[in-house]
């Protein structure tokens, strides 16, 4: 062979040696370049998932215990209370009451109305809202007591001897619980603004 074919067929080899190392190199370079940018991308939806302005579900909270069922109410009163002690919700209404605090009293001294005494129940009515309404609220209620409880309804106002000295107090149910359970009643109690004794009956 003549030495310019030699050196032809040389650098063609040296060549594609060249050429075929180029290849292998830019296809590991590629090779890299692919697997960090796999990398990049998990790194990236790990840090979606760890981003404070992602909020999780909340898991739900187990009850601790159920809720327990609202006592039954008292069987309302179907008659005068006689003379003694006894549960404010056994006073049917009309009954004269010895030592009176508070119209919020557990328990009231009931005592003949013919003898001087110091207060008395002149009713015992119900609120109109039926069974599911939504508590009103201790505010709502307490401003209807002055037209209920001076209502000729509620109280016989011309049997007071000073009319001008009588002051009511009211009792009602003060809590939603209370209204949720079903309680409706509302109870008018009269005394006087001197301390007087009340002398025979106010109620209607």
């Known amino acids: 062979m003549a030495p310019t074919s030699r050196r032809t067929v040389r650098l063609t080899v040296v ?5 075929a190392v180029v290849v292998v190199a830019a296809l ?3 090779g890299l370049r692919v697997g960090q940018s796999g990398a990049a991308g998990e790194t990236s939806a790990q840090d979606a998932r760890s981003t404070p302005f992602v909020t999780p579900s909340p898991s739900p909270t187990p009850s601790s215990s159920p809720t327990p069922a609202a006592p039954a109410l ?15 919700s056994a006073l049917f209404g009309g009954e004269c009451l010895g030592a009176f605090d508070s119209p919020w009293a557990e328990t009231f001294s009931v005592v003949d109305c013919a003898a001087a005494h110091p207060s008395q129940l002149t009713t015992r009515a119900l609120f109109p809202e039926p069974a599911g309404a939504p508590y009103p609220g201790e505010a709502a209620l307490a401003s209807r ?13 011309v049997a007071a001897p000073d009319v001008a000295d009588l002051r009511w107090q009211a009792s009602f149910p ?16 009269f005394t006087t603004a001197s301390g007087a004794p009340l002398t025979g009956s106010l109620a209607p």
């Open 74 to 88: 008292p069987p309302a009163p179907t008659a005068l209370a006689a003379p003694g002690e006894h549960p404010y």
């Open 15 to 19: 060549g594609a040696v060249l050429l």
């Open 174 to 189: 003060a809590t939603t619980e209370a209204w949720d359970a079903g309680d409706r009643v509302y109870q008018c109690f």
């Open 145 to 157: 007591m002055n037209l209920l409880c001076t209502a000729p309804t509620a109280v016989n106002a």
């Open 28 to 30: 590991f370079v590629v």
